[in-house]
């Protein structure tokens, strides 16, 4: 157990088929995983823990179900990306939906790199 606490990149290129809780993955810095199911709430959980991390680069969620889907995205917005300031940091979190690739991304990205048109909340 300690080498996962320890661990600050996750890869997994197959499919996990148990019930994984994206909450136990905050202390990594990179996440690519592949997931049977993904939950929304989950997700929105995860973005309030990442916006207090110092070291999070990106996660990313590809998946095959996705509970919650509409409340997530309708949560995003019509562009499927919002964004939030990080606390303690000039950086922003992006989040973006994708539902033609089935995946969910999560990226600290700096202030300028926000598109034009969109607020940062």
């Given at each position: 157990m300690d080498h996962w606490k320890n661990a600050e990149q996750l890869y997994v290129n197959r499919n996990i088929f148990v019930i994984l809780d994206v909450?136990?993955?905050?202390?990594?810095?990179?996440?690519?995983?592949?997931?049977?199911?993904?939950?929304?709430k989950?997700?929105?959980?995860?973005?309030?823990?990442?916006?207090?991390?110092?070291e999070f680069a990106e996660f990313n969620f590809d998946y095959v179900n996705f509970?919650?889907?509409?409340?997530?995205s309708d949560f995003l917005g019509p562009d499927s990306m919002t964004f939030f300031q990080m606390k303690s940091s000039e950086d922003v979190l992006r989040i973006t939906h994708n539902s033609e690739v089935y995946s969910v991304n999560f990226k600290r990205i700096r202030k300028e790199n926000v598109p034009e048109g969109f607020s940062i909340y």
């Open positions: 909450l136990k993955l905050e202390h990594f810095s990179l996440v690519e995983v592949k997931m049977d199911r993904l939950r929304g989950e997700l929105l959980e995860l973005r309030e823990m990442l916006l207090n991390r110092l509970d919650d889907e509409k409340e997530f």
